[in-house]
């Protein structure tokens, strides 16, 4: 097979791309591959079933068109602050007008044009006031939120728009290798999810945009073809619920409320991350059996908690090299300790010392939006340097969102983000092998559907 641009992944990054360069009258023929499945073909049985049944050969929840983000709580930062390093390969300028040009092409696909944490100008002095107080660090960041349901749909309409035009989509169609001779890469090696049977796509342009999920598969073909790259920052961490009366306040007035935190002894950074108000704590598995937790908010569909992941980065020295695995490791603890299932402990029985009993969270304030979550002890697996960090986080939280550090406040584990190997990129997106590219959250450059689709529309700038 041949064709002229070969985009690995049609995940946000991999779409834009795409979208950008029809935008732009491209007359080069797209070929986008994907694992996964069309948007209206994916769907997670847990609605039915009420706990995982590690669908096989992936889950629906991140592998498919659009990605994770089809099943995400769908919210577009709007902030260059906020979303990854992209701005320190471009410019924080640059970044920020390629956003808002981003965002405009999210509003013409049937984004919702009401923009969260804009105004309230003196309720978010206080909120800032007393997060200063707490020695965190609130960044404003506009959220444009589109809500799960809202965000299978947009990408629907993307998806059909793409097909329409003449872009060429291979859905159930992995990706097992790139093809590089003497730092040129001239295709790649495609395999069908259903047959088994392999073949060469020689293109003269590949873009691997391959997500979170393909993190670890690019890692290693980073290696293995010595495509320039360096270890980069791993998240380890919770996703914490509380009830909604909590961060009421907080949610009105910002939605999302964005903290960061270098707490002592350690000093890490330790970030608030992806905030649902209304929200429920959702699983997903990736393609090497690792459960993970995440969270979702609808726009209509409302629980009576609200969710926050809180993120603990680490950046590993020399000799290391593998901080990706290492997540991986802290996951695989933790999947054991809950049999397979997502680990859930009252924040007031780890500062006991003790695990949590199901008993106990029967007869809570907040009952658990994830319903086969195991009750246990998450401090079995964490490693005590982030388990450290996220306590005194947390605590420091309560002082901004009074009641957040309760004893009933639950933590759910693992919570973890691969997106730590950075691939070398000059401005241009150019790698050091001659017709690649790589981009979004697995690239090491973005976090986030709206970083990761800004970097996918200057790429179909640069290819067009």
């Not at 695989?332 to 029985?349: S, W």
């Not at 009750?375 to 697996?381: K, L, M, V």
């Not at 919570?415 to 092998?433: C, G, H, I, Q, R």
Request: net charge neutral; hydrophobic share 35%; proline share 4%.
């Amino acid at each position: 097979m041949k064709t002229d641009i070969a985009i690995i992944g049609a995940g946000p990054s991999g779409i834009f791309t795409a979208l950008e360069m029809l935008r732009l009258g491209t007359r080069k023929k797209i070929t986008l591959v994907e694992k996964g499945k069309p948007v209206e073909e994916r769907r997670c049985p847990k609605d039915i079933t009420r706990k995982c049944v590690n669908c096989r050969p992936y889950c629906h929840i991140t592998s498919g068109f659009s990605g994770a983000g089809a099943f995400s709580d769908g919210k577009l930062s709007l902030s260059n602050e906020v979303g990854g390093e992209l701005p320190e390969l471009i410019g924080a300028e640059a970044a920020q007008r390629i956003i808002d040009y981003t965002d405009k092409i999210y509003l013409q696909f049937g984004a919702d044009e009401h923009v969260e944490g804009r105004g309230n100008v003196e309720e978010i002095k206080e909120i800032r006031r007393r997060a200063i107080q707490a020695g965190l660090k609130l960044v404003d960041c506009p959220i444009r939120h589109l809500g799960t349901e809202k965000a299978q749909s947009l990408y629907k309409a993307i998806q059909d728009h793409l097909i329409a035009s003449g872009v060429e989509i291979l859905f159930s169609t992995q990706c097992t290798d790139l093809l590089i001779d003497n730092c040129v890469c001239r295709g790649v090696v495609i395999s069908d999810s259903d047959s088994g049977n392999s073949r060469e796509l020689i293109a003269e342009h590949v873009v691997v945009a391959a997500g979170r999920g393909g993190a670890d598969w690019l890692e290693r073909q980073c290696s293995i073809h010595d495509i320039h790259h360096k270890p980069g920052t791993v998240d380890i961490g919770v996703r914490v619920e509380v009830r909604t009366e909590v961060m009421e306040h907080v949610n009105d007035v910002l939605y999302e409320s964005k903290l960061i935190g270098w707490p002592k002894p350690f000093k890490n950074k330790v970030r608030t991350f992806c905030q649902n108000p209304g929200g429920f704590v959702s699983q997903e598995n990736y393609d090497n059996g690792l459960s993970v937790v995440n969270g979702h908010s609808y726009k209509e569909r409302k629980s009576e908690n609200t969710n926050v992941a809180i993120l603990c980065s680490h950046n590993f020295t020399e000799p290391f090299k593998q901080p990706i695995a290492f997540a991986q490791r802290v996951g695989e603890l933790t999947n054991m300790l809950g049999a397979g299932n997502i680990l859930v402990q009252r924040f007031g029985d780890i500062l006991d010392g003790k695990r949590t009993w199901a008993e106990e969270l029967s007869a809570s304030n907040i009952r658990p939006t994830l319903p086969d979550a195991v009750a246990g002890d998450i401090t079995f697996a964490m490693p005590y340097r982030t388990m450290t960090n996220i306590i005194n986080f947390i605590k420091a939280m309560d002082f901004v969102v009074p009641g957040f550090a309760s004893e009933e406040t639950l933590l759910y584990s693992p919570e973890v983000k691969f997106y730590s190997n950075k691939v070398k990129m000059t401005p241009e997106l150019d790698t050091s092998v001659e017709g690649l590219h790589c981009l979004g959250d697995a690239s090491g450059w973005t976090r986030g559907l709206m970083m990761a689709s800004a970097m996918g529309v200057l790429m179909g700038r640069r290819l067009v």
